[in-house]
Structure formats: C-alpha cells, structure tokens
C-alpha cells in the first residue's frame, strides 16, 4: 500500500490505480465530500433504525403496512414522472459487472437494457472501483475494447449510444463503506461514491447523447431510504445544472419490509421514478435475515426448492405489478440467472424450457420486462415478451386490479412446498465458500454449477444453514441439522475442493464458517468480507 493522500479534504488510502486520475478528480471530489457532508448523517440513521426494525421483528412483530402512509396508497390521483429517453421499453435487461469484457458483451447482447452492476456481483475493491467508473466514460467516448491472451476481440458494435442497450447503475447499498476514502477517518458511503462518480463524469454527457443519468437502488428497506435517495438527487442535478427529474431510478424490492412500502418508495421517488424490480434471490435472503429466530413458520426449504411459484413469492411479485402500474411505473421481473454450456445441449434445452416458462409466468402477470445474466438468454426472453407484448413496448397499460395488498399472502412462507436435504446443505457449503473465494480474488460473479452466482445466493447459502441449526431442522432423511452436523459436511466439502496456486479458500472458509456456524448472525456476508480483504490484500497498482 501507498501512503495516504489527502487531496480537498478526502484521505485517498489505496494504491493508485493506472488512470485513476480521469475518475479521481479534485472536482469529483468536491462533489464526493459535498454528498458525504450533506447526507451521511442521515444514511447512518437510517441503518440504525434499520436495526431496530430487525429486532422488533425478531422479537415477534410481523411487518405490516403502515397506518401513517395509508393516504399516500390510498390516494388515486399521484403518478411518476413520465417514462425516461431509452427506458421506454425493458423487455429484456441483462445484468453483469462493469469490467471491459462483460461490459462490451452486454452492450453487444441486443438486450434493451444493460444494469451495469457495481454492487453484489462486483467485488469492491479499490482496482474493481475505479476501473467501473473508467469503463462507464470509455463507453461514452467509444474508447472500450478488449483482447483475449489468445486474441479473441471484443468491440462495440452500435454506431451510436441510442443503438445499445440503455445503461442502468446499480451503485453498492446504503449499508457498505468505501473505506479506501475517508473524510475525518470515516469512509464514505460506498453508494455515494459510485453514484457520484458515475453522475459527475456522465451525467451530461447520457443528456447530450439521447440517454439520462439512470440508476438502480438496491437493499432499500422503507420509503425513508428511498426519501434520501431523492434528496440526493434533487442536490446532485442543481449540483451540476442540469433539469430536476433528469435521474431516472428503478428501486429493487429485495427486502420484505420494503415490499409493505412498495407505493411509498415509488411515492418518495416520484418525480425521479422508473419502476421497480422484483430482486428474488436477496428478497429470499431478507426473509430468512428478519425471520431468522421466529420458528418453523419462516423456516424455507432447499434453496433450489423456492421457486417463484411459492405462494408468498407469488403475492410479493403481483403486489409489485399492481404497485408499479398504479403509478405508472414499470415492473421488471427476477434474474434468469442460467449459464449456457454450449458443450451440453441437452442440458441447455432443459435450462431454456425452465426460463421460457420463468418469463412467459412473469409476461402474463404483467411484468414489463425481465433480467438475464447471459447474452444466450437475451433471445428467449425477447422471444417470450414479444409473444405479449406485441407491437406494445410496455403493458402499463394492465393494472391488475384483480389483486389486492395482502400482508397474510406476504409473510405465507409456511406454504412453501419443498424438502431439506442433505445435498441441499452440502450445496449451501460448496456454493457459499466458493463464491467467497471468488470474492475475495476480486470476481463477484461466478458461474456455479450453471448458474450465476453474485452475493445474494451466498447470502442466502450461510444463512440458510444458520437458521436451520438454530432453528432444530431436520433433512428429508431424518437428520437434525446441528453445528456438529454441517461442520461434518463442510470438512467433506472442503476436503473435495481442487486447490490451485495463489487460492484464498483457506480465507474464504473461515469467513463462511463465521457467517453460518457461529453464535452471532452477520447482517451482511460482504462486510466482514470486506474487512478481510482490506487487511490481507495489496491492490494492484496498475491495470
């Protein structure tokens, strides 16, 4: 590591990064500590009353609609803003991280929009940081190109930004620092920090260039979260001159307490408002989280056996169709998450008939489009909302006035159908530690056994096997899951990892073993993931 520089009152701590100086400017800066100063105070006291929620929940009170915004949900007259330049139709949205080669194939996928990813599948380390933000401007000079050790191209290949799939950010959560700036020894909010680079570098340019300064806001938990989001907007757009309502945001409901405020967060946002997103696998993760303690009504089965026909995931994912077309905003369905082997077509003919009938169920309930993780996915899906839509680019126009707010039907996990079985806690060890050693490498998507895997499923791997230890489950077979039992199976699993040169996995299980074995419950896998990373790790220097 280098030695810290303070530069306009931001203590830099990482090594630089070849060409940082195009994202890490003392004008970005200014913003950064703007933002910080003016909303970080706010932030904190939010996660706090995050908290306290979580522990009245665990101490027995279920989630609920809230008494005090019934008039806003009772209220027909409010809309969102209208529909943004290039959001106009979502059919399909392909997610990936922002490094070059993912970048250049989700632009290249005919997709209709790109979530270009800095939060759970992004590793956030200093390199990974910077690198996003720098490959996010190259995209709009039509510099990014990338080659292959054996040669293989990668290039753009629109003429121009309007013939790519529009670009949507997810920016890090409100819960995780940036620890490598710090204004007076504390790290700024690692959400303000890739919102602000992105918006201050592009902002304008997306204007200029037929598009908008769009964004995804993930792991929000109450319209207040979303209240301080538009509040940094309405800041950042006078920050920079540019036309209050130019930010577009699409909020992802991936928290149970924020599905019982899903009219309130689009209320919130309203004049900033694209839609919301049904964030499935970091919802699953949510309930096992707020419910962890609350006995067998909360306990779930194999994560492979929660499907989105489970009735709670069914009432979560039509209650957000109603909510969003209500209010004029889009609905855009959960990720297809399917890697193509195109060595195993039989296999790859199953995987596309599971997510034909994934998104054909979300296109007749309404949805307005759907997330793939794989270019391969792009064309079925399209396949699938072109059969609905038709000639239509959205349904907005079907408000499912057929459903009803149902707090019961929410919290019905008790009715999901499904087994525990041995292989399914073997398959939490395998996936949870791998992916964390990924992590911990600076690669936070990783294709596991078929499937795309980002933080929310590990998330849900080490607390699934936490809460069936505390909470006395037995598998299929007749087992009682105990600390004894899966720390029997994880020294099995672990024994059948084929380790390489320069592996983390030793690092990787430790943390793993600490996030699902131990007495206390981390709120978040990739904090202390974090923490690790910043202790036993060197930056790389350069690209």
């Avoid at 979303?226 to 006078?238: G, I, P, S």
């Amino acid at each position: 590591m280098n030695n810290p520089i303070t530069l306009n009152g931001i203590t830099m701590t990482a090594s630089p990064v070849c060409q940082q100086q195009r994202v890490i400017t003392p004008e970005a800066l200014d913003f950064l500590g703007e933002l910080h100063r003016r909303f970080d105070g706010r932030r904190r006291e939010l996660l706090n009353a995050r908290e306290q929620r979580r522990q009245a929940i665990s101490r027995g009170a279920d989630p609920k609609f809230l008494p005090e915004t019934r008039h806003i949900r009772e209220d027909d007259s409010w809309r969102v803003a209208p529909i943004a330049p290039g959001l106009e139709d979502r059919r399909v949205e392909i997610t990936g991280p922002t490094d070059r080669k993912m970048t250049i194939n989700a632009l290249n996928s005919g997709a209709k929009v790109w979530l270009a990813d800095m939060e759970d599948s992004l590793t956030p380390n200093w390199r990974n940081v910077v690198k996003g933000q720098l490959n996010l401007q190259r995209v709009l000079d039509r510099e990014i190109d990338f080659t292959t050790e054996e040669g293989k191209e990668y290039r753009l290949t629109g003429e121009t930004l309007t013939d790519l799939p529009t670009i949507v950010v997810r920016p890090r959560g409100w819960h995780l620092p940036e620890k490598h700036l710090l204004i007076q020894n504390q790290p700024i909010s690692g959400a303000l920090v890739d919102f602000g680079l992105h918006f201050f570098h592009n902002a304008k340019r997306l204007i200029e260039l037929g598009r908008g300064p769009y964004f995804y806001l993930p792991k929000l938990e109450s319209h207040q979260e979303a209240r301080l989001w538009n509040d940094v907007f309405v800041f950042a757009q006078d920050y920079l001159g540019i036309p209050q309502g130019t930010v577009r945001a699409t909020v992802l409901i991936e928290t149970i307490t924020a599905a019982f405020e899903m009219e309130e967060i689009l209320y919130e946002l309203r004049d900033h408002a694209a839609g919301l997103n049904a964030g499935r696998w970091d919802y699953i993760f949510s309930i096992i989280k707020n419910f962890r303690e609350r006995g067998p009504r909360f306990v779930l089965p194999d994560r492979s056996m929660v499907t989105m026909t489970a009735p709670f995931m069914r009432a979560y994912t039509e209650q957000l169709v109603r909510a969003c077309h209500r209010r004029g905003a889009m609905a855009i369905g959960g990720m297809a998450a399917f890697i193509p082997n195109r060595r195993d077509e039989a296999a790859n003919a199953v995987a596309f008939e599971k997510v034909t009938a994934d998104k054909t169920r979300e296109a007749e309930d309404g949805f307005d489009g759907s997330w793939v993780a794989h270019p391969d996915l792009v064309p079925v899906a399209r396949e699938v909302f072109d059969g609905v839509l038709g000639s239509r680019r959205n349904q907005l126009d079907r408000s499912r006035d057929d459903v009803q707010p149902d707090d019961v039907a929410l919290l019905n996990v008790a009715a999901t159908p499904g087994l525990i079985t041995e292989q399914g806690v073997r398959s939490n060890i395998e996936i949870g530690i791998r992916y964390i050693e990924s992590w911990l490498r600076g690669n936070g998507a990783v294709a596991l056994q078929n499937l795309m895997e980002d933080a929310a499923t590990a998330e849900i791997s080490r607390s699934q096997i936490w809460q069936w230890i505390h909470q006395g489950a037995v598998t299929d077979d007749g087992e009682l899951i105990t600390r004894e039992y899966a720390t029997e199976l994880l020294e099995e699993e672990f024994a059948r990892i084929q380790r390489f040169e320069g592996d983390r996995f030793d690092e990787a299980r430790e943390i793993f073993e600490a996030a699902a074995l131990a007495d206390r419950f981390p709120d978040f896998l990739t904090l202390p993931a974090y923490n690790r990373y910043l202790c036993e790790t060197k930056e790389l220097q350069t690209a």
